[in-house]
């Protein structure tokens, strides 16, 4: 959430910084703002709102110069309006731009305020930057400022910094949040990640935890947490500005969703042989680690932690090995009791998400044999902290509302699924045969799936007046509902929510009438019968039943169950990635018929890089 441009160049940088905005919109936000140097001064623009209005600000007072930052706010500290978008500025002459939440924000500005200190905002960030204001008017330069004020601080950040005092100079600073340096021929920017600076650079630096960065047009310089100069490596990104384009599709989701047959095929690639995984895809001596396992613990948040309980079943009905699933928000906060022989799993899109992290490095001191990352970015804060990863390959996704990240976490599980079996000899190798065999095939099978695209927009015409939905699955599918049920309601704002079809009778069946839709997943699997039983009882309350069915339990399904969807699943493997297809497009209709921002849903953010 919220996103940082910096730049410092010899040609003017508001276009560059204006467009790092536009490419870091996908993350989500609420209001942008930019400040420049000029002459001996600083200039400032800011809206609550898009990029957009702040573009429509400019075209009536441009601003243009050589060095600058820029912002998009997600709304934690203080509502979104003007008084609290980025940038911030102190005495006139210093600007300041903050992802993240500061802690201890409080005792910071009553001791503000009583050096006189005025505040103009309800957030967290104003802090920041008085404090830093504060020590440059004690003698310290600007990059020796953000190094004492960083001391200070408990909480998350990223910090980009100007001051009219210094042209040309920019200062930035991460802890918990992301922030990376790009690297251009004599001009140097910063951002929240790539995606921004494509357009002006390949090359980034990646800084790493408690990094304070000074910038220039000419060079840059790097302290780490302990105040002792630092060498990060540099590396090119193989990554093209064209990338985040939306083409001939409506919006980003919709792209996203039809990506998916190709992110699927990429997670695969090179990672799985003729009849058998291949050796160390998680890392160098991976598979000597993990043929110690006797447990696993999954930790996730969201569309991921969904991910993270269909991996559950499949770990324990296909390799035979005990796995919990949690919350991250609620696991870091807790005492677990680790099993000898237990291996930490963090699944995240962004690697960034804070919860997430914070798990991994609780974990990390908890006694587990291994931690691995199940991990969209290879350069992020879980990769590099975790001792095994898998890239999941699925490619930049803008849409808030993840899609094509989700189904290549669930390969990825799965590859972790065949791989733990395999090395413990818990299949017989005819058995892993075939299921490398359904795997191959996958990509196809959703590239089918795609093909209802038609039948489900027109199906979406049901739920646009309705306030309510129920999803519906048992087994491995009950996660698969509880995606269903996410995706409506992040992008359509209809309430929607997901029970094991088993529980009806336990509460939600109460609920049920004509005016509430119910969608069921249907696979080809021995709890087909029961499912049945539990459609037949909505049907026999006048609910209004959807069953996304597998071709071949399609004949045991009668009219009186409702409107069917019919599709290949291709199995007990393949089934949650197929079944998954269906309910992403049944959503995003939805979400167009009522007209809601589907890449961008209200109060929602793409990377939650905060608690």
Same mark, same amino acid.
């Given at each position: ?209 408690? %990094? ?11 302290? %780490? ?41 990429e997670t695969l690639e090179g990672r799985i042989g ?147 079996a395999q090395l413990a000899n818990r299949v017989s ?183």
């Open positions: 959430m919220c996103g940082i441009v910096a730049a410092s160049a010899h040609r003017d940088v508001s276009e560059i910084l204006i467009s790092g905005l536009h490419a870091l919109e996908y993350r989500g936000y609420d209001s942008a703002g930019i400040a420049i140097q000029q002459g001996d001064g600083l200039r400032r623009c800011r809206t609550d709102g898009k990029v957009r209005d702040l573009e429509a600000l400019l075209e009536e007072t441009p601003l243009a110069g050589h060095c600058g930052i820029a912002h998009t706010r997600w709304a934690t500290h203080g509502v979104p309006n003007k008084a609290n978008a980025h940038p911030h500025v102190s005495g006139g002459t210093l600007a300041l731009v903050h992802n993240g939440i500061i802690e201890n924000h409080e005792e910071l500005r009553e001791e503000l305020l009583s050096a006189s200190y005025e505040f103009n905002s309800e957030t967290d960030t104003e802090v920041l930057v008085h404090l830093i204001h504060q020590q440059i008017a004690g003698g310290a330069d600007m990059f020796g400022a953000v190094r004492e004020v960083a001391k200070r601080l408990r909480g998350a950040y990223a910090i980009a910094v100007v001051s009219a005092a210094e042209p040309g100079v920019v200062v930035g600073a991460r802890s918990g949040s992301p922030l990376v340096l790009g690297i251009g021929f004599n001009e140097h920017f910063l951002a929240s990640d790539i995606h921004p600076l494509l357009s002006v650079t390949n090359r980034f630096v990646y800084l790493e935890e408690g %990094d304070v960065v000074r910038l220039s047009t000419d060079d840059y310089e790097i302290r %780490d947490r302990d105040d002792s100069p630092a060498d990060r490596p540099v590396k090119e990104a193989d990554l093209a500005a064209d990338t985040a384009q939306r083409g001939t599709y409506r919006h980003y989701m919709q792209k996203e969703i039809f990506e998916q047959p190709q992110a699927i095929a003729a009849d058998h995984v291949l050796p160390n895809i998680f890392g160098v001596g991976a598979d000597e680690i993990l043929k110690q396992v006797k447990q696993v613990h999954i930790i996730a948040c969201g569309t991921s932690y969904h991910a993270g309980l269909v991996a559950r079943y499949q770990m324990e009905e296909l390799a035979g090995i005990p796995c919990m699933v949690e919350v991250a928000s609620e696991y870091r906060y807790r005492h677990p009791v680790v099993p000898e022989g237990t291996l930490f799993v963090a699944i995240t899109q962004s690697g960034e998400t804070a919860d997430t992290l914070a798990a991994l490095r609780h974990a990390n001191e908890s006694g587990y044999l291994a931690t691995l990352a199940i991990c969209n970015m290879p350069e992020s804060s879980v990769v590099r902290e975790a001792e095994l990863a898998l890239m999941t390959r699925a490619g930049l996704e803008i849409g808030v509302a993840t899609t094509k990240a989700f189904t290549s976490q669930l390969v990825a599980l799965q590859l972790l699924v065949l791989e733990l190798g005819e058995q892993l045969a075939e299921w490398i065999r359904e795997l191959n095939s996958l990509p196809e099978l959703v590239g089918k799936a795609l093909q209802l695209d038609g039948r489900l927009e027109k199906l979406a015409e049901r739920f646009v007046e309705k306030h309510h939905a129920l999803f519906l699955g048992r087994g491995s599918h009950y996660p698969i509902a509880m995606e269903g049920a996410l995706k409506l309601k992040e992008i359509s704002y209809i309430h929607a929510e997901a029970y094991p079809a088993g529980e009806l009778k336990h509460g939600p069946l109460a609920l049920v009438d004509h005016d509430m839709p119910v969608v069921a997943v249907a696979p080809n699997n021995r709890l087909l019968k029961k499912l049945i039983s539990n459609i037949e009882e909505v049907r026999a309350r006048g609910g209004e039943m959807i069953v996304i069915a597998d071709t071949e339990v399609v004949s045991s399904l009668r009219e009186r169950h409702g409107l069917v969807v019919e599709l290949d699943t291709g199995g007990l493997l393949l089934a949650p990635v197929v079944l998954t297809v269906p309910l992403q497009l049944l959503a995003y209709h939805v979400a167009v018929l009522r007209g809601t921002d589907v890449d961008q849903p209200r109060n929602l953010a793409k990377s939650v890089t905060v608690e």
